[in-house]
């Protein structure tokens, strides 16, 4: 069988006048080999416009809410042009397309970056093990749909890891075309610079999915494993004592390396590997052995703790002065990347005993290494021999010093410090009480400070800030001991099997996701409170990248870590650590296996339906609470196109739009019931599809909601009301104002609340509704005769 | 200092907030709208203003000029437990609804030409007056915050806690405005 772009031809035998040739096999560019004869659907490698119809259905309904960051555009030389309050730019564009074109723009970084990063992974691999490396990402346990994105998207299922680089031919051209939209006098709509957001976000998704099946299947993580193992989190929990190596990033083959490097020089116990952020999560996920320090928040606080003694970056949320700042404790830097080439010399091709040499003496801060073995063995042997010469020497100045140092401060009256900081937060009170001699008030900023140090660039005294709030705080920061659970990949079918049902009736509350980056407003207990609420509350939590690690550094009131209470299956009350950014498909991937596997919906090029599907009856939700990067963008907008919203923290207000549903537009909630064909009202569900909350409380009372869907059943509804209801009430101290919107019969009416809603219902001139089967798509009304057929 | 945005980095554009220096201003503004609205993000319940809170002091004000409020986030519980009507909408759902020229109010009486915002985080209240003052032109809107707020269409500076708690009690009528 031939894939369409691609051919091949195999004889048995070959017979010409000159030769006669047996079983001769002749490929002509890449192939994937498929063994797959599902029929395709309309819309498989859908370019640009393909789903733009689906898209502007969406956002009919979930309208952009425009938050500009500024009120300029100053991407071409006719500008800076001011577009305030409807003023056009000098090529003709508003200030709605200009904020849709930003969005576009940042998601295309994050598909980039993602597909960048999947391509550069594939290539090693491919180098290393070959093109026929197989993809397996859980094939003993059932998980027989291993690329359930890619075969939606793309429409094929990939088999090797040569296989991959067909699909990443297809993201690529995409993601290129799309930021050809961008240039100046192109898309000048802004609902069509959002269905091309929608566009990037579903291609990333392809990108990050085939990276993690490509590191999944040739560096043995765990696959679709419930029960992957606790690996240890927190700086406490690193053996100081030992020579460290500092790991940071996404892209895993260096850290691979290192670990390879010290098990073949049988040096695994007697040096420490420690990571942030993601590139830490799948170092765990190679070997158990391997540590989290934590989110990418605890950078700075680690490097200048001096307990580093080579640092190893890779690619994306990296500190770009990481440099710089590991000059100050003198630990030198290898950069592996060539996205991320920080300044430093190329030392691919030389010998490794120079480069080490040149680190161990302080001849060169740092070092540019192409290859990761290479990196491997310097960074191995860099350590060793400069650890005892360093003695982790720090920066982070001891309690006498952040007296002096406090007593310094002019407590300005417009505090420059404060006014820096992203979170606001007391820093001149606190400078004020150490002058005094207590250090509590620094010591308190040390949960919510996200070490951005901006606090540092704006202080009128120079005063290393951030320095003091960890100084102040280094007893608790020692004792930071946790576990996680290492990344499980995917979801097996097995599991989709036992939840499709339950969830798709809503007698599982929902699916809340909490992904994303650590720029919270109030620390990161508050994903971890989260979590904690909507398990208890039987929901299935998912989680991945540094809010996996979040969840990790909390304990509950009885002290006990929630990925030990709480078990990784996917299923009602677990909380399934997927495991890096790369990994979040595994999320969208399970949705889309309960519309093909629990629901048996054609997969293959099948977008339209499978979102629309997932739309209407899988009750999932987002939550990126402290979202920073271009990437979360892409990932959040690849959810909003299978139709599943997301809620984000205040800061994500910064995204510059929102897509809201108006509940009090009647109009808008109407679906085709797909028995009949009539329109038929289903209440605000789900009401937004990109959302910032101000708090976490609101984040949760609104997630509750935001998992109801057209297509639940009574008792599925009455589940999900009754939480709702219970946490708006604990919240808000009352009942929700708009309950009679999710009441289609009297039978949704949760039992202990019935007579108090009824009054409700009654005061609000409700009427009983039926529960249509629920689609968007005229099409998928069934026809006459397939109803005689069924 | 008097007119720069509290967030050092959150530069505005071309049209900047008018500063309120006298609180006769935002009293004047009041009068003169046809339809005022006030909305109370969360931090307001976290102000400390002595014997009373900034809760308390937004009630009086809605009192003084007859303002329906919306609370926002866990606001609504503060005026919920002081018994105090009030409606409630997220801080992004009543800032959609105001761009929205066709929006019915809270009372069915249509569109607000006014708005007072307090108590939104910052950020987050800059981000949503800047949403307002691209896409709802004919809407005023107006910061309580004690914080220069450059998307408002009028501002208080940056002042201080005593400063502020004086123009708060002037805009109630508790005290008289110094000429
Ligand atoms: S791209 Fe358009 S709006 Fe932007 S600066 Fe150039 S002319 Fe002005
Ligand atoms: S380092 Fe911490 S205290 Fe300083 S500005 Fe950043 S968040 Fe605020
Ligand atoms: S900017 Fe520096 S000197 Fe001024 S109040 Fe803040 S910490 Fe003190």
New binding site residues.
């Given amino acids: 069988m031939t894939s369409r772009k691609n051919v091949k031809f195999k004889f048995d035998k070959l017979k010409s006048e000159t030769a006669e040739i047996d079983g001769l096999e002749v490929s002509i560019g890449k192939l994937i080999r498929e063994k797959w004869d599902e029929p395709y659907g309309p819309t498989p490698s859908p370019s640009l416009a393909t789903l733009r119809e689906w898209d502007l259905k969406l956002l009919k309904r979930y309208k952009p809410f425009y938050l500009p960051y500024c009120d300029?555009?100053?991407?071409?030389?006719?500008?800076?042009?001011d577009?305030t309050a409807g003023k056009?730019?000098?090529?003709?564009?508003d200030i709605c397309a200009?904020q849709s074109?930003i969005v576009l723009i940042a998601c295309c970084m994050g598909a980039a970056t993602h597909i960048g990063h999947a391509r550069h992974l594939v290539e090693h691999l491919i180098e290393k093990y070959g093109r026929d490396s197989p993809i397996d990402v859980g094939r003993s346990v059932g998980v027989d749909i291993e690329a359930p994105v890619t075969r939606l998207v793309y429409g094929e299922k990939p088999e090797t890891l040569g296989d991959l680089e067909e699909v990443l031919d297809y993201v690529e051209k995409q993601v290129t075309q799309l930021l050809a939209s961008t240039h100046?006098?192109q898309e000048g709509d802004n609902l069509d610079f959002e269905s091309k957001v929608f566009h990037a976000g579903m291609i990333d998704q392809v990108g990050m999915e085939i990276a993690d099946l490509a590191q999944i299947s040739v560096y043995g993580f765990p696959k679709a494993d419930p029960e992957a193992p606790l690996v240890e989190l927190g700086i406490g929990v690193i053996d100081t004592t030992k020579p460290t190596i500092l790991v940071i990033g996404h892209n895993v083959p260096p850290s691979v390396e290192i670990i390879n490097y010290m098990e073949e020089s049988g040096l695994s116990d007697s040096i420490e590997v420690a990571g942030i952020c993601c590139t830490s999560i799948d170092a765990t996920r190679y070997n158990p052995k391997a540590k989290i320090v934590g989110p990418i928040s605890w950078q700075l606080r680690f490097i200048r703790s001096g307990m580093a003694d080579v640092i190893v970056v890779d690619e994306q949320c990296i500190r770009t002065d990481v440099a710089i700042e590991a000059q100050k404790t003198m630990t030198p830097v290898i950069a592996t990347a060539e996205k991320n080439c920080l300044g430093l010399p190329n030392r691919t091709n030389d010998p490794v005993d120079e480069i080490v040499k040149d680190l161990v003496e302080g001849k060169a801060h740092g070092a540019l290494i192409f290859d990761p073995d290479k990196v491997g063995e310097v960074a191995v042997r860099t350590a060793t021999l400069l650890a005892p010469k360093r003695k982790k020497f720090k920066v982070i100045p001891e309690i006498s010093e952040i007296l002096e140092g406090a007593s310094k401060c002019a407590q300005c009256r417009f505090a420059p410090c404060m006014r820096a900081c992203p979170n606001n937060l007391p820093i001149r009170e606190a400078m004020e009480q150490a002058a005094k001699g207590d250090l509590e008030g620094l010591s308190n900023l040390y949960e919510v400070c996200i070490g951005c140090v901006r606090c540092e660039s704006a202080c009128t005294n120079d005063l290393p800030i951030h320095n003091y709030i960890v100084g102040a705080s280094i007893k608790k920061m020692m004792e930071e001991k946790y576990k996680i659970r290492s990344g499980r990949g995917p979801i097996q079918d097995v599991e989709i099997r036992k939840v499709g049902g339950p969830i798709v009736l809503g007698e599982i509350p929902g699916v809340i996701a909490l992904v994303g980056c650590a720029n919270y407003p109030k620390g990161g207990n508050e994903v971890a409170e989260i979590a904690e609420e909507f398990a208890k509350r039987r929901f299935i939590v998912t989680t991945s990248g540094c809010s996996a690690m979040s969840i990790g550094m909390y304990r509950d009131e009885d002290g006990r870590n929630l990925y030990e209470v709480y078990p990784g299956e996917f299923d009602a009350g677990g909380i399934v650590n997927v495991g890096s950014c790369v990994a979040n498909p595994h999320i969208a991937g399970a949705a889309i296996k309960i519309a093909s596997i629990f629901a048996r919906r054609k997969l293959r090029g099948n977008y339209e339906e499978i979102a629309d599907y997932i739309h209407n009856r899988v009750g999932a939700v987002g939550i990126a609470w402290g979202a920073i990067t271009q990437k979360a963008a892409s990932i959040a907008s690849g959810f909003w196109r299978l139709g599943i919203p997301v809620i984000v923290g205040p800061h994500g207000s910064k995204y510059r739009r929102m897509l809201l549903g108006r509940k009090d537009r009647k109009e808008d909630w109407y679906v085709y019931d797909a028995r009949t064909g009539e329109k038929v009202f289903v209440g605000p569900c789900p009401e937004h599809l990109f959302y910032t909350a101000e708090t976490k409380e609101e984040a949760m009372v609104m997630a509750a909601k935001l998992c109801m869907r057209p297509n639940d059943t009574a008792r599925g509804r009455m589940i999900k009301l009754a939480h709702y209801i219970d946490l708006h009430k604990r919240f808000y101290k009352v009942m929700p104002d708009d309950i009679h919107l999710f009441v289609r019969t009297e039978t949704d009416l949760p039992i202990t609340m019935k007579e108090e809603i009824k009054k409700i219902l009654a005061e609000k001139g409700w009427k009983e509704n039926i529960i249509p089967d629920p689609t968007l798509l005229p099409r998928m009304v069934h026809t006459k005769e397939e109803k005689s057929d069924e | 200092m008097s007119n720069e945005p509290w967030q050092i980095g959150e530069i505005a554009g071309p049209k900047k907030a008018l500063i309120i220096t006298k609180p006769s201003v935002v009293v004047g503004m009041v009068k003169k709208a046809k339809r005022t609205l006030m909305v109370v993000g969360h931090q307001t319940a976290e102000i400390d203003l002595g014997e009373e809170n900034a809760i308390d002091y937004m009630i009086k004000i809605a009192d003084r000029f007859k303002i329906p409020i919306v609370a926002t986030a866990n606001a609504v519980s503060e005026f919920v437990e002081r018994n105090y009507p009030i409606s409630w909408m997220s801080a992004m759902d009543i800032g959609n609804r105001l761009q929205d020229p066709e929006w019915e109010g809270l009372d069915g009486k249509g569109q607000y030409d006014l708005v007072l915002f307090i108590g939104i985080p910052y950020y987050m209240e800059w981000t949503i007056l800047s949403g307002l003052k691209h896409t709802a032109p004919n809407l005023k809107t107006i910061s309580l915050d004690r914080y220069y707020h450059p998307h408002a269409s009028w501002s208080f500076s940056n002042i201080k806690i005593d400063e502020w708690v004086t123009y708060l009690k002037t805009i109630i009528g508790q005290i008289e405005e110094k000429a």
């Fill in positions: 300029v555009c100053c991407l071409c030389t006719m500008g800076k042009c577009l056009r730019g000098a090529c003709g564009l200009q074109r100046t006098g």
